[in-house]
């Protein structure tokens, strides 16, 4: 049976940590690796191993020391350039803010990010869809990306989801 793994990156230096880190192109802090949780992640064996084209992710592979093919589909969903890198708190000290965009997932998606949650859906499942079958794979992504591709693969809905993964957590499917 084969399997398909998702890991969400290697984390970002502190001050970039729980920001609306969509596109923005960070690298990550290797002070921060735990490199146990490397060496663990080392001794699993794929046929094929993907990654997000953003350097968080494809500095994460390097770690690992794996090969692997660049997809710019599994980025974040792209937020609107005046909230890009920004934190929540910095955010709703902004003028433009407004309590009312907390009152759903929706409006608060249409309020903070540019790219719509439709586009993001299909922009991701276009991804999944054209994975080869019967072999062993690896994604490597973010978190939000992570997060929705649980809900296609759960059949939950995204906009309903609490499934949150930490940095290096993986996330496993037989398929």
């Known amino acids: 049976m084969a399997t ?9 230096a502190l ?8 596109h923005i192109d960070l690298d990550i802090d290797t002070t921060l690796v735990d490199f146990e949780q490397i060496k663990a992640l080392q001794k699993q064996k ?15 592979l390097d770690l690992l020391k794996l090969s692997y093919k660049k997809d710019e589909r599994l980025r974040e969903v792209k937020f609107k350039d005046e909230f890009e890198g920004k934190s929540f708190d910095e955010i709703s000290k902004m003028p433009i803010y407004d309590e009312k965009y907390l009152s759903s997932f929706k409006s608060w998606h249409e309020f903070i990010a540019k790219e719509s949650i439709e586009e993001y859906k299909q922009r991701v499942n276009s991804f999944l869809l054209e994975l080869p079958k019967n072999r062993d794979i690896l994604v490597c992504s973010h978190g939000g990306t992570i997060k929705l591709i649980h809900s296609f693969l759960t059949n939950t809905e995204y906009e309903q989801s609490r499934y949150a993964i930490s940095y290096l957590e993986i996330l496993k499917f037989s398929i």
């Open 4 to 12: 398909i793994t998702f890991l969400r990156h290697a984390p970002l």
């Open 15 to 22: 001050k970039n940590q729980k920001c609306y880190n969509g």
């Open 46 to 60: 794929y046929d094929l191993v993907y990654s997000s084209d953003l350097k968080r992710c494809t500095q994460t």
